[in-house]
């Protein structure tokens, strides 16, 4: 079983900078792509972020040139280094983690979220 861990989260002001961590755990496994999700009060989940385990980077179009993903593969954990803050940036973000098990078996894990609140 894969568990994530997220960190980081928390209160900002307009302009300013938060960076998350997530942490994949587990026994024999290996994560192919991870990334970062959102989803605001009453609006839907939305892709914010996706790294590969060879360091290809996805960006949702919003959130281009302000944030970077990045990947520690020898620690199974990603980062979302998120600068000039929006308050449309406010959301729960979550982590998730899609990857492969023994036997041919896939798993496809998410985070508890962590709440990011931009004040302006």
């Known amino acids: 079983q894969v568990q994530l861990v997220e960190s980081g989260g928390g209160l900002v002001q307009a302009a300013g900078s938060l960076r998350l961590s997530c942490a994949a755990s587990?026994?024999?496994?290996?994560?192919?792509?991870m990334g970062w999700y959102r989803q605001a009060p009453g609006k839907q989940r939305e892709l914010v972020a996706t790294?590969?385990?060879?360091?290809?980077?996805n960006y949702a179009d919003s959130v281009k040139g302000r944030f970077t993903i990045s990947r520690d593969n020898g620690k199974n954990t990603i980062y979302l280094q998120m600068n000039s803050l929006k308050p449309e940036d406010t959301a729960v973000y979550y982590c998730?983690?899609?990857?492969?098990?023994?036997?041919?078996?896939?798993?496809?894990?998410w985070g508890q979220g962590t709440q990011v609140t931009v004040s302006s």
């Open positions: 998730n983690a899609f990857g492969n098990l023994p036997f041919g078996k896939t798993f496809n894990v």
């Open positions: 790294i590969s385990g060879g360091g290809v980077t």
């Open positions: 587990g026994s024999s496994f290996s994560v192919n792509v």
